[in-house]
């Protein structure tokens, strides 16, 4: 993976000021629209006044009990009615502009509710990146100081702050009776038929590589941080406590790496790599993602 | 221009500001979709709701001031 960033604190400010935008914007359009619907109803209440004017003149000069007062009257009632007819004529223009503007405010909601979200998540994703590629490239272009700065910056799904240490992968301990195994050491005759993205059957590409990276920031950090008391429920708790579906969540991702459905590879006596019993597309996932190890169970009878 | 206005102006200078920051050290693939898929859609569109807006404004305010 080739990172092209130099520091990653920028990124971070980056997705920080999206999110703030995303509600100081949705904020100022509500005022905006507020402002201009009482603008609207000043116009309307002029309007409104400028009626009653008109009414109120014509009402007097039926009862002008002479010429003079009816002349009076009629210059009066000739004023009003053109003001009503400026009035109005200002409501037909207000109201064309008001559309245009409530056009580009819906479009611009729908830009803050669906776009924006995507633009942030795109953000975090490359971020995870960087954060799983500086953890395990200690000499990456990532520097020291951006890789300590990522710790603690992003509240999780679930609200909590974690604070992964910015370590080397490999460096995470994992549950009893699994060790990282050096990709360099899996037999590649093993990958050659999953050549493609969409070889991927059971579960799809991009969901094995999002929980390859999930794995790799939010799962193996916490397993390091609490050996050995950490299992399938501490992570339901998790998805549970963030409105995570099984489906998208950590529990599903650690099942499948530490529990039923856990990578398993044989070395045989004799052999200078690994075959694959299970994980082919894991493992194919994590060279994608250009990680040097998996987390595995192994049969080794090389030694 | 209104309060509403004002608050959008500024939020967006905040976010501009910090992206042209940003884009000064990010120069990767991802960086280049970021700023053609989502910058410049959002880019356009606050202008665009922006002009609307003064437009709006404009029409408004004359229209209280000379039937006042």
Known sequence: ?303 | MNEGSRQLAAAWSVLASQWLETRSHWRDAVALEFESHCWDELYQQINELMRAAERLDDTLSRALRSTD
Not at chain 1, 46 to 71: G, I, K, L, P, T
Not at chain 1, 123 to 139: E, K, S
Request: with cysteine; charged share 30%.
């Open chain 1, 1 to 303: 993976m080739q990172a092209e960033i130099l520091s990653l604190d920028r990124l971070e400010d980056l997705a920080r000021a999206l999110a703030t935008f995303s509600i100081k914007a949705a904020d100022a359009v509500t005022t905006m629209r507020a402002e201009f619907l009482r603008q609207r109803a000043d116009l309307d209440g002029q309007e409104e006044d400028a009626r009653v004017e008109v009414s109120n003149w014509v009402e007097a000069f039926q009862f002008a009990e002479d010429y003079d007062e009816r002349e009076s009257c009629a210059y009066s009632l000739s004023e009003a009615q053109e003001r009503l007819s400026r009035i109005r004529g200002w409501q037909v223009r207000v109201r064309e502009e008001h559309s245009a503007f409530l056009v580009q405010a819906t479009q611009f909601g729908c830009l803050l509710d669906q776009a924006l979200p995507k633009s942030h998540e795109l953000l975090m994703i490359r971020i995870g990146d960087l954060r799983t590629y500086g953890a395990m490239q200690p000499d990456s272009v990532v520097s020291t100081a951006a890789k300590g700065s990522v710790s603690g910056l992003f509240p999780l799904p679930s609200g909590e702050v974690f604070t992964p240490s910015p370590v080397k992968l490999t460096e995470h301990r994992l549950p009893d009776g699994f060790v990282w195994v050096p990709l360099a050491e899996i037999s590649e005759d093993e990958l050659a038929g999953i050549a493609s993205q969409a070889g991927y059957k059971k579960v799809p590409y991009a969901t094995m590589v999002t929980g390859l990276r999930r794995l790799a920031t939010e799962i193996l950090p916490r397993i390091s941080a609490n050996p050995n008391t950490l299992d399938r429920d501490s992570f339901r708790s998790l998805d549970e406590t963030a409105g995570e579906s099984y489906e998208d969540g950590l529990q599903r991702i650690y099942e499948a790496f530490f529990c039923n459905d856990f990578v398993y590879l044989e070395r045989r006596r004799g052999r200078e790599k690994f075959e694959v019993t299970n994980g082919r597309h894991r493992i194919r996932v994590a060279l994608d993602l250009g990680w040097e190890a998996i987390p595995a169970r192994t049969k080794d009878l090389r030694s």
